[in-house]
């Protein structure tokens, strides 16, 4: 129909000259349709697989796009005084060197400038497969192409290194992670002639760059990045480049991936910490406690009923994608949280995985082992006093990665999962064991799946084929309970391992006696010197050094009577006395590395340490940390929650 058009138009007359300027629009308007339609498609809405898609989809787009093309030039040889301006398909890219592309660069006219910008934004639309919201919200004029607008709407992007790329021969332009370069021209061999923020022109090869997401220009043009303005240092950037997007471009990852929400919380600081909830809370005044009473009628500290209050047991999870091959797991795990939907409302608590390499898409949970670790403990308890009527428990699949190729190290999400304690008309759900179906993106999106094709699967064909296609869905198998230790004196929110429960307990039994029963007055806001309240916070989250504290806490209690194991003031003070003679030595030792994430190595020098500790580890032949004045004193005022 072109061809022919072509043909018409070339020996114009009169009426047939009107006709074709119609069959033009009509074929222009055809064209765009199914092009903003390809370029919205992607793999995961096609019925069946299908080979080489990125290829194929790159050539339908571009030979629309040259169907555009040719429609817009016979438009504008039918009817140029209103027709709009042409926009060229493409030029002859040169392959020369960086210098010899640097001068004809000056000598470039008008049009060449404006073939540059169209294949920028080609270039776009090629590459951003997973991008179409972003590509959505920008398209503010109807949705119509970049191919339709008019020059005045165009402009040139930038694009964003995704890796550090050194040169490999004189000509090429070194660039680093996070780099934003201007592209003055495009060769054929994918060696593309770049910018810097600095002015350095050079090639660097085009896999080496992404075109930036709305939210990064967003951040480019409101903030200082990256040295555009002057005199600002490299090392002052604002914003990081996401690896997901590297990630996603590498095909590494699977589409319902993010990078882990719960993990971004808990890398803020001590808010989302065991350590900040296991402390008292303050009264609105700031002069009385929340969740520390004492009972008028026996004089000791009361324990607390919270709103919810029971056991969670981590089953097992079915079906979760695996990343990619360019990806070492350091990490399975599990956090979980109390969630109303929109706000985190507790301490975040991890739960590490176990699989098999034969079935790496089953993760299971507390291996049986000799003394199980804390950290590999499935059975959890929770204790929430919200009342909002959206609460429940979140739970984030994750996996901490290293690259293979780079060295870097990361956190994403595998998938997320929310159960409501709740029903409408407010009575709590029953107590049994749940399928969680695991969705995709973060928490705060509920319409992001992990497979889309996966869903549509399970929606169509036979009963039996939807009964086949469910079981491949990724879930979380929980189980809730009653709790054994409600009456126990612990925080009124607070998420936890049930192994660790008894020793959260003598603490919170210390605190409050300290507290409420030993100061001169409830006005007192002295420093108050005790090693154990200092100190045994940040020992629970340290997970090693808290299975240290309860493996000696378990052999002294063997020593024990079963009168003194009922006699509080005992227990308190033998408490303390296991903790100073075990744990706090090992907290302060100069031998012990500090605990990072996923570090195999740090992890056993640190558990080599622990195993080899006794109670001489206090004398000169042991290297200790310089004293501090903090190590052995309790700051109300400061520790306090307010």
């Known amino acids: 129909m072109v061809d022919a058009l072509e043909h018409d138009a070339a020996q114009p007359s009169g009426r047939d000259e009107a006709d074709a300027l119609q069959r033009c629009a009509q074929l222009l308007s055809t064209v765009e349709d199914q092009l903003r339609t390809a370029e919205k498609l992607t793999k995961a809405d096609e019925p069946a697989p299908v080979g080489n898609y990125e290829r194929r989809k790159q050539e339908e787009e571009e030979r629309l796009r040259g169907l555009h093309a040719r429609l817009r030039a016979v438009q504008r040889g039918i009817k140029p005084a209103e027709a709009p301006q042409p926009s060229t398909s493409g030029k002859a890219r040169s392959t020369s060197g960086p210098g010899e592309v640097g001068e004809s660069e000056e000598e470039d006219s008008e049009e060449e400038d404006e073939s540059q910008e169209e294949e920028v934004v080609e270039e776009e639309e090629d590459d951003e497969d997973g991008e179409e919201e972003e590509e959505d919200d920008n398209d503010n004029d109807g949705g119509v192409s970049d191919l339709a607008r008019p020059e005045t709407q165009k402009k040139t992007l930038s694009y964003i290194a995704l890796s550090t790329f050194k040169g490999e021969q004189d000509g090429d332009l070194a660039i680093e992670m996070g780099d934003v370069l201007q592209i003055l021209s495009k060769n054929a061999d994918g060696w593309w002639l770049a910018q810097d923020s600095k002015g350095d022109k050079g090639l660097v090869p085009k896999t080496y760059l992404k075109v930036p997401t709305s939210a990064f220009l967003m951040l480019t043009t409101g903030f200082k990045f990256c040295g555009f303005i002057e005199g600002e240092k490299k090392n002052d950037r604002h914003f990081k480049i996401d690896a997901t997007d ?166 994403l999400s595998c998938g997320w999962a929310f159960l409501k304690l709740f029903d409408a008309s407010g009575a709590p759900v029953p107590l049994r064991t749940y399928e969680l179906t695991l969705h995709g993106g973060t928490p705060y999106e509920t319409d992001v ?53 008894h020793l959260l307990a003598l603490y919170r039994q210390l605190l409050a006696d300290t507290l409420l029963l030993d100061r001169v007055t409830m006005q007192n806001a002295d420093l108050i010197c005790s090693s154990v309240l200092a100190t045994f916070p940040e020992v629970l989250d340290q997970s090693d050094l808290l299975d240290a504290l309860r493996s000696s806490w378990e052999n002294a209690e063997k020593n024990l009577k079963r009168s003194e194991k009922r006699d509080m003031s005992i227990l308190k003070r033998e408490f303390v006395r296991v903790y100073m003679d075990y744990v706090f030595p090992l907290f302060y030792s100069a031998e012990m590395p500090g605990p990072r994430w996923a570090d195999e190595e740090v992890a056993n020098q640190r558990a080599r340490i622990i195993f080899n500790a006794n109670p001489n580890i206090l004398s000169l032949d042991h290297a200790h940390q310089p004293f501090d004045i903090s190590q052995v004193t309790y700051d109300l005022l400061i520790s306090a929650r307010h």
């Open 246 to 411: 590297v990630l996603s471009a590498m095909g590494a990852i699977p589409a319902g991936f993010r990078p882990s929400t719960l993990s971004k919380l808990l890398d803020e600081g001590v808010t989302f910490r065991g350590s900040r909830y296991i402390q008292p809370e303050l009264s609105q005044s700031n002069l009385s406690f929340k969740d520390l009473f004492l009972d008028p009628d026996t004089g000791k500290v009361r324990a607390r009923s919270s709103r919810v209050c029971l056991s969670v047991s981590l089953w097992t999870c079915r079906m979760v994608p695996s990343p990619g091959v360019g990806l070492q797991v350091l990490s399975r795990h599990v956090r979980l949280c109390a969630f109303n939907g929109s706000q985190v409302l507790s301490n975040i608590h991890t739960v590490r995985a176990t699989y098999n390499p034969k079935s790496a898409k089953t993760w299971s949970f507390s291996p049986r082992v000799g003394v199980l670790s804390s950290l590999l403990d499935g059975d959890c308890f929770l204790r929430c006093d919200s009342d909002s009527p959206d609460l429940g428990i979140l739970f984030e699949l994750g996996v901490t990665y290293i690259r293979n190729s780079t060295g870097e190290q990361g956190d």
């Open 449 to 501: 799946e992990m497979d889309p094709s996966m869903t549509r699967r399970a929606g169509a064909g036979s009963v039996f084929q939807q009964m086949m296609a469910s079981r491949k869905v990724p879930k979380l198998v929980v189980k809730l309970r009653t709790p054994n230790h409600r009456n126990i004196l612990l925080p009124d929110t607070l998420v936890g391992s049930v192994c660790s429960v």
